[in-house]
């Protein structure tokens, strides 16, 4: 018999499908941006951190598998980017920075986007110039 305190076992399993959606949006979405090239990847972390709706399923993301998960970014240069955005505790999800945190790391990998020196393919290297 289920009480107002405790839910039932139909609400425990509806909690628990929105949950597996929100980890598998989230998980897309990491993977996705693990494929785009460096520069890319940085502008749509950034775009992310300044434009997300942090109430969604992005917001879940936490900051140091965020960041790491764009292409050559490791560990080291992770830290480096949290510590210079004042991201003390690199285990928060995106909806827990405030403001000034989000805005400061969007910046910080935009700076890290313009003055990355990955080399791109000719093709991609023209269609860039010319947009």
């Known amino acids: 018999m289920a009480t107002a305190a405790t839910p039932s076992y139909e609400q425990a399993m509806a909690a628990k499908a929105i949950a597996d959606q929100v ?3 989230n998980a897309r979405y990491l993977a ?3 494929q ?3 520069r890319r990847g940085l502008m749509q972390a950034a775009a992310l951190l300044r434009d ?3 109430k969604g399923p992005a917001g879940a993301i936490q900051v140091y598998r ?3 998960s764009i292409r050559y970014v490791q560990r080291k240069r992770a ?3 949290l510590y210079k955005a004042q991201v003390y505790q690199s285990n928060r999800s995106l909806r827990k920075l405030s403001p000034r945190q989000r805005e400061l790391l969007a910046t910080l990998l935009t700076k890290a986007a313009v003055y ?4 791109l393919p000719v093709d991609q290297r023209a269609a860039e110039a010319a947009a």
């Open 23 to 25: 980890r598998i949006a």
């Open 32 to 34: 996705n941006l693990k």
């Open 36 to 38: 785009q090239p460096m």
């Open 52 to 54: 997300g709706d942090m």
């Open 66 to 68: 965020l960041v790491t």
């Open 79 to 81: 830290e480096a980017i």
């Open 116 to 119: 990355s020196r990955e080399r």
